[in-house]
């Protein structure tokens, strides 16, 4: 049922059939009863077809494709986040030739907006003013399947300078940024600098560099380097869990540094973090008067982990020290 009410509407949007709308409320009905290997075979259909027809009709699609991930489909949607360059291209294209007192793309274009859209630009304004449309459903797609599929966020370019230029016109391409950016899988190596000793570390799902300080103590405060360990509530909301009512603010254990002697800011991600060698640095150093901050995971839907790998021998770790630039003063943040 599901694969057909998908045909259906996927064959309105690339005919421009007036009965797309008709088709899209036929196929966001059927998602509720249909079976996993129909949906699998239904995403595939939606996210190709939403990078091939028109944009306004396309963006419906993929926010399509995005209720199928949140039911637990696993969508390839590589597609989705390919194509949102071009209509973020579009978009950009659009709001710049119609300079001041832009049209909102939640209320959908009419006559009007054409008719000064065609003045600006001519006949071509059509495909610009339906990406000025679409833009707001393609990010939103894009968000939902960067958030349940790190497949999709391995394969995409880790950047994309137009996307990231349309931020001005629809915020929530910030997300799109971060997500594109996540490190998942990747193995960093931690430095304490004051006991000269140091680890490896894998990451996954990690959203801020916040959460990555919460999880470095969670491994290492309290058990192998002086402290207090962290609430354990402050663990389970920075992997899995939701912030539980009364969870206190979270200090800092560490000031984090790089290898050049730079704060690892908390708004940071952990792919800001420089290569040093063959991989990422964090050097431990003690912390500096700071203002706690409140507990959480940047991606709540992204389960979040920091696994401790190995330690280093003393003896491997004698040519890293020189290596370091002691840490730069900073004002507390």
Same mark, same amino acid.
């Given at each position: 049922?599901?694969?057909?009410?998908?045909?259906?509407?996927?064959?309105?949007?690339?005919?421009?059939?007036?009965?797309?709308?008709? %088709?899209?409320?036929?196929? !966001?009905?059927?998602?509720?009863?249909?079976?996993?290997?129909?949906?699998?075979?239904a995403?595939?259909l939606?996210?190709?077809?939403?990078?091939?027809?028109?944009p306004?009709?396309?963006?419906?699609l993929?926010?399509?494709?995005? %209720?199928l991930a949140?039911?637990?489909?696993?969508?390839?949607?590589?597609?989705?986040?390919?194509?949102?360059?071009?209509?973020?291209?579009?978009?950009?294209?659009?709001?710049?030739?119609?300079?001041?007192g832009?049209p *909102?793309?939640a209320?959908?274009?009419?006559?009007?907006?054409?008719?000064?859209?065609?003045?600006?630009?001519?006949?071509?304004?059509?495909?610009?003013?339906?990406?000025?449309?679409?833009?707001?459903?393609f990010?939103?797609s894009?968000?939902?399947?960067?958030?349940?599929?790190?497949a999709?966020?391995?394969?995409?370019?880790?950047?994309?300078?137009i996307? *990231?230029?349309?931020?001005e016109?629809?915020?929530?391409?910030?997300?799109?940024? *971060?997500?594109?950016?996540?490190?998942?899988?990747?193995e960093?190596?931690?430095l304490?600098?004051?006991?000269?000793?140091?680890?490896?570390?894998?990451?996954?799902?990690?959203?801020?560099?916040?959460?990555?300080?919460?999880?470095?103590?969670?491994?290492?405060?309290?058990?192998?380097?002086?402290?207090?360990p962290?609430?354990?509530?402050?663990?389970?909301c920075?992997?899995?869990?939701?912030?539980?009512p009364?969870?206190?603010?979270? #200090?800092?254990?560490w000031?984090l540094?790089?290898?050049?002697?730079e704060?690892?800011?908390?708004?940071?991600?952990?792919?800001?973090?420089p290569?040093f060698?063959? %991989?990422?640095?964090v050097?431990? *150093?003690?912390?500096?008067?700071?203002?706690?901050?409140?507990p959480?995971? !940047?991606? #709540?839907?992204?389960?979040?982990?920091?696994?401790?790998d190995?330690?280093?021998?003393?003896e491997?770790?004698?040519?890293?020290?020189p290596?370091?630039?002691?840490?730069?003063?900073?004002?507390?943040?």
């Amino acid at each position: 049922m599901l694969l057909h009410a998908c045909a259906r509407v996927v064959e309105a949007a690339r005919g421009g059939g007036a009965d797309f709308g008709q %088709s899209l409320r036929e196929a !966001r009905r059927a998602i509720e009863a249909a079976g996993p290997e129909e949906a699998i075979a239904a995403a595939h259909l939606l996210v190709d077809a939403s990078a091939e027809v028109m944009p306004q009709r396309g963006g419906w699609l993929a926010v399509l494709a995005g %209720s199928l991930a949140e039911k637990g489909v696993d969508v390839d949607g590589i597609p989705v986040v390919e194509r949102l360059s071009g209509i973020a291209a579009g978009a950009v294209t659009f709001a710049e030739a119609w300079g001041a007192g832009l049209p *909102d793309p939640a209320q959908g274009p009419n006559q009007q907006i054409w008719e000064r859209a065609r003045q600006l630009m001519g006949e071509r304004a059509r495909v610009p003013m339906q990406c000025w449309y679409a833009l707001p459903h393609f990010t939103k797609s894009a968000v939902t399947l960067l958030t349940y599929s790190p497949a999709t966020r391995a394969a995409v370019r880790d950047r994309d300078e137009i996307t *990231d230029r349309a931020v001005e016109y629809c915020p929530d391409l910030e997300d799109v940024r *971060d997500l594109r950016r996540m490190l998942d899988g990747e193995e960093f190596l931690i430095l304490d600098r004051p006991t000269r000793q140091g680890w490896s570390v894998t990451i996954h799902g990690i959203g801020d560099n916040f959460q990555l300080h919460v999880l470095l103590a969670a491994v290492l405060a309290g058990r192998i380097l002086p402290g207090a360990p962290p609430d354990p509530r402050w663990v389970r909301c920075s992997t899995t869990g939701d912030v539980e009512p009364g969870t206190p603010p979270v #200090p800092d254990w560490w000031r984090l540094t790089d290898v050049h002697g730079e704060r690892i800011r908390h708004e940071g991600m952990p792919a800001d973090i420089p290569v040093f060698g063959e %991989s990422r640095v964090v050097v431990l *150093d003690p912390p500096e008067p700071s203002h706690p901050r409140q507990p959480g995971r !940047r991606f #709540p839907l992204i389960r979040g982990s920091l696994v401790l790998d190995a330690a280093y021998h003393p003896e491997d770790l004698t040519a890293w020290w020189p290596a370091l630039t002691p840490p730069h003063l900073t004002q507390p943040h």
